[in-house]
């Protein structure tokens, strides 16, 4: 029989702070129902400046990581749209706090939000080919558009830590995929900007169209119809846009079968809608949600869209193993979750404006608020200095 490969563990951290959208919203005069029903996003990730997307990785890894993978993982894959360096990957920083072995390959993947995507069908075709190695694949970044823009609601940030290997605890990926890629102005970030430019009603739509392309390509290459699929998961960069790509298919399933896509649906979206978007990180996120939240049974097969702007996008599946519910800590994500900090507007606007500036200048950050065990403690002589607490 095949060797089976897939997702073996999953990891998540996002910073201690949030925003509220009902006082962005009340803040910025729209209504609330707008944030909250039309774009679908309850809650923020808010990024102090002691966290970028290297130490969010590595505090994301470490829940998931047991000392005797270490020699075993053979690559991480770095998933990015937020890197902090032009040259250097966010892969090697990640490897080094890791106390991985020097015998890994460290790389950044960057299409957009599709990067930790093509880290995980490069990863499990790796394993295939390795079935021993073990690759960590990360999808970790800040979604910024600035403030008072349209996009500012679907703002966000954080880290998915994923382990792929042989005989994988979670869910075991299928071979055949379809992908689709065309060049697109929907959505990109040149050389000088922190904030990303977007034509956002545009992006949605290429959105949609790409998800409509890789659709019907996986079915014809698969012969599978929507009455093979449990669950469809898609990329969140607001949970309205999965709702709307979950609506184009819908029709082709029975009636029975459109409820229950749909319960798995709302499972899917529960934790996404408390964090916003985090770009590479947010279909994982939405797995996770789904394991979460969702009445799965081994066996099951989940359907995944990733959409990453500019653009790519790929459907791919995997088959749920009976030990899923234990490549997670459920219990120690929803403290994540519930133990976060409310900040105000006026604390937000602040913050935003704090990540580490672009002119090279020594900063000494102040850490106290920040407990998570990587952090950011500053900039000297033009180097990031990175920190663990033990
Ligand atoms: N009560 C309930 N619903 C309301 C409402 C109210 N009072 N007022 C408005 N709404 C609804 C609208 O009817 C609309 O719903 P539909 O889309 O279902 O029609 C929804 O709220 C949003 O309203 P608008 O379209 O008017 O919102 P907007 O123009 O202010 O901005 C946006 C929406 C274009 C998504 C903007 O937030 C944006 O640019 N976001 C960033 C881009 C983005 O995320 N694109 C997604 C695809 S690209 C991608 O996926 C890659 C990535 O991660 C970036």
Same mark, same amino acid.
């Given at each position: 029989?095949?060797? *089976?490969?897939?997702?073996?563990?999953?990891?998540?951290?996002?910073?201690?702070?949030?925003?509220?959208?009902?006082?962005?919203?009340?803040?910025?005069?729209?209504?609330?129902?707008?944030?909250?029903?039309?774009?679908?996003?309850?809650?923020?990730?808010?990024?102090?400046?002691?966290?970028?997307?290297?130490?969010?990785?590595?505090?994301?890894?470490?829940?998931?990581?047991?000392?005797?993978?270490?020699?075993?993982?053979?690559?991480?894959?770095?998933?990015?749209?937020?890197?902090?360096?032009?040259? *250097?990957?966010?892969?090697?920083?990640?490897?080094?706090?890791?106390?991985?072995?020097?015998?890994?390959?460290?790389?950044?993947?960057?299409?957009?939000?599709?990067?930790?995507?093509?880290?995980?069908?490069?990863?499990?075709?790796?394993?295939?080919?390795?079935?021993?190695?073990?690759?960590?694949?990360?999808?970790?970044?800040?979604?910024?558009?600035?403030?008072?823009?349209?996009?500012?609601?679907?703002?966000?940030?954080?880290?998915?830590?994923?382990?792929?290997?042989?005989?994988?605890?979670?869910?075991?990926?299928?071979?055949?995929?379809?992908?689709?890629?065309?060049?697109?102005?929907?959505?990109?970030?040149?050389?000088?900007?922190?904030?990303?430019?977007?034509?956002?009603?545009?992006?949605?739509?290429?959105?949609?169209?790409?998800?409509?392309?890789?659709?019907?390509?996986?079915?014809?290459?698969?012969?599978?119809?929507?009455?093979?699929?449990?669950?469809?998961?898609?990329?969140?960069?607001?949970? *309205?846009?999965?709702? *709307?790509?979950?609506?184009?298919?819908?029709?082709?399933?029975?009636?029975?079968?459109?409820?229950?896509?749909?319960?798995?649906?709302?499972?899917?979206?529960?934790?996404?809608?408390?964090?916003?978007?985090?770009?590479?990180?947010?279909?994982?996120?939405?797995?996770?949600?789904?394991?979460?939240?969702?009445?799965?049974?081994?066996?099951?097969?989940?359907?995944?869209?990733?959409?990453?702007?500019?653009?790519?996008?790929?459907?791919?599946?995997?088959?749920?193993?009976?030990?899923?519910?234990?490549?997670?800590?459920?219990?120690?994500?929803?403290?994540?979750?519930?133990?976060?900090?409310?900040?105000?507007?006026?604390?937000?606007?602040?913050?935003?404006?704090?990540?580490?500036?672009?002119?090279?200048?020594?900063?000494?950050?102040?850490?106290?608020?920040?407990?998570?065990?990587?952090?950011?403690?500053?900039?000297?002589?033009?180097?990031?200095?990175?920190?663990?607490?033990?």
């Amino acid at each position: 029989s095949e060797l *089976k490969v897939g997702i073996d563990r999953v990891g998540f951290y996002t910073p201690r702070l949030y925003l509220e959208m009902t006082d962005l919203a009340l803040a910025r005069g729209e209504d609330p129902a707008k944030y909250h029903v039309g774009i679908g996003q309850d809650k923020q990730a808010v990024i102090p400046p002691t966290q970028d997307v290297v130490t969010m990785a590595a505090n994301a890894a470490t829940q998931i990581l047991r000392p005797e993978d270490r020699s075993r993982i053979k690559m991480v894959l770095f998933g990015t749209e937020s890197g902090v360096d032009n040259s *250097k990957a966010t892969a090697v920083y990640l490897a080094h706090l890791l106390n991985l072995a020097a015998d890994t390959r460290a790389i950044e993947l960057k299409q957009a939000c599709y990067g930790a995507t093509a880290g995980l069908q490069l990863a499990a075709d790796y394993v295939r080919a390795h079935p021993d190695a073990l690759v960590l694949v990360i999808g970790a970044d800040i979604a910024r558009y600035g403030l008072r823009t349209p996009g500012e609601v679907t703002q966000g940030g954080g880290a998915v830590a994923m382990l792929v290997s042989a005989d994988p605890q979670i869910m075991a990926l299928d071979a055949q995929s379809a992908y689709h890629t065309a060049d697109v102005m929907d959505f990109w970030r040149p050389l000088d900007r922190t904030e990303a430019l977007v034509d956002g009603r545009y992006s949605t739509n290429v959105y949609l169209d790409f998800f409509k392309q890789t659709w019907t390509a996986y079915q014809q290459q698969t012969g599978r119809t929507i009455a093979d699929f449990a669950a469809l998961a898609f990329h969140l960069p607001f949970t *309205k846009m999965g709702r *709307k790509g979950l609506r184009q298919v819908l029709p082709e399933a029975s009636a029975a079968h459109q409820q229950e896509l749909t319960a798995a649906f709302e499972a899917s979206q529960l934790d996404n809608r408390n964090v916003g978007n985090l770009y590479t990180g947010s279909l994982y996120l939405s797995l996770l949600s789904l394991w979460r939240h969702g009445d799965l049974r081994a066996g099951d097969r989940i359907g995944c869209f990733s959409y990453g702007s500019g653009a790519e996008g790929e459907f791919y599946s995997g088959v749920l193993q009976p030990d899923y519910q234990r490549g997670f800590d459920d219990a120690a994500l929803t403290t994540l979750l519930a133990d976060r900090r409310a900040v105000s507007v006026a604390e937000y606007e602040e913050l935003f404006q704090q990540q580490l500036p672009n002119n090279g200048q020594d900063v000494q950050l102040a850490v106290g608020a920040d407990s998570a065990p990587y952090y950011l403690a500053g900039r000297q002589h033009q180097q990031r200095q990175y920190r663990h607490r033990m």
